[in-house]
């Protein structure tokens, strides 16, 4: 696609529910990170793919928030038995090549409230 | 550990003026020093990417310095508009391939 492409933009949900947020790389990009950000707060990483491997998921913050890749393309971050700190916009990028000298190109997020 | 400072925390400027935002990080081995802009409730847009061997890049308006040895990096802004008013983000690539994000300058930009 043109660009970064999540979904849902907004996802309210109750304390206890699991959520799932979807991310669509641009097209050829082999590298995509998920990085959490809440109100007022600085960006939190939380994972990073390169294919479908996740090198580094040294930020995801607890057991109950996993995520994979497929195909090398879509990812899915799950947030289990969702808790209201788990309240934040939830940001997803991706980059070209696997040298680490990519350029990153953001999603306009999905913003999670938990109730 | 990475860590990425940015100054001034937030900044109020008339319109015209040529501006120049701040950032530091603690560890000299990165791959790249990337500049974003936010606006309110929106992702991030990329503004300059500047890779480890570079000293700096420029578009339109904006030109972004790199000194690695220093650890610091500085974003010129010239001739601000209202437009321009935004929180404008620094990030560094280490070697473990993920970006460390400063905490960000909020601009403000009166006309």
């Known amino acids: 696609g043109a660009g970064v492409s999540q979904s849902p933009s907004n996802k309210v949900t109750e304390k206890g529910k699991d959520v799932e947020l979807r991310c669509d790389p641009i097209?050829?990009?082999?590298?995509l990170y998920w990085y959490r950000q809440s109100l007022g707060q600085g960006l939190e990483f939380l994972i990073y793919?390169?294919?479908?491997?996740?090198?580094?998921k040294s930020g995801l913050p607890s057991d109950r928030f996993s995520a994979e890749r497929t195909g090398g393309s879509v990812s899915t971050l799950t947030i289990q038995r969702t808790q209201q700190e788990d309240s934040a916009v939830y940001l997803c990028?991706?980059?070209?090549?696997?040298?680490?000298?990519?350029?990153?190109?953001f999603g306009e997020g999905s913003r999670l409230t938990v109730l | 550990k990475q860590e990425v400072t940015q100054i001034p925390a937030a900044l109020s400027v008339p319109e015209g003026e040529n501006l120049v935002l701040n950032c530091s990080f603690t560890?000299?081995?990165?791959?790249?020093l990337q500049w974003f802009r936010q606006d309110p409730g929106k992702g991030l847009t990329s503004l300059l990417l500047?890779?480890?061997?570079?000293r700096e890049q420029t578009s339109g308006r904006l030109n972004a310095s790199l000194d690695k040895s220093s650890g610091r990096s500085t974003l010129y802004i010239a001739a601000s508009q209202p437009g321009d008013s935004a929180t404008y983000l620094c990030?560094?690539?280490?070697?473990?391939?993920?970006?460390?994000f400063g905490q960000g300058t909020e601009l403000s930009v009166k006309p």
């Open positions: 793919f390169q294919g479908n491997s996740a090198p580094d």
């Open positions: 560890d000299s081995a990165i791959y790249n």
């Open positions: 500047i890779q480890s061997s570079q």
């Open positions: 097209s050829g990009h082999t590298a």
């Open positions: 990028a991706s980059s070209f090549g696997t040298d680490n000298t990519g350029e990153l190109f």
């Open positions: 990030a560094v690539k280490g070697g473990t391939g993920k970006l460390i």
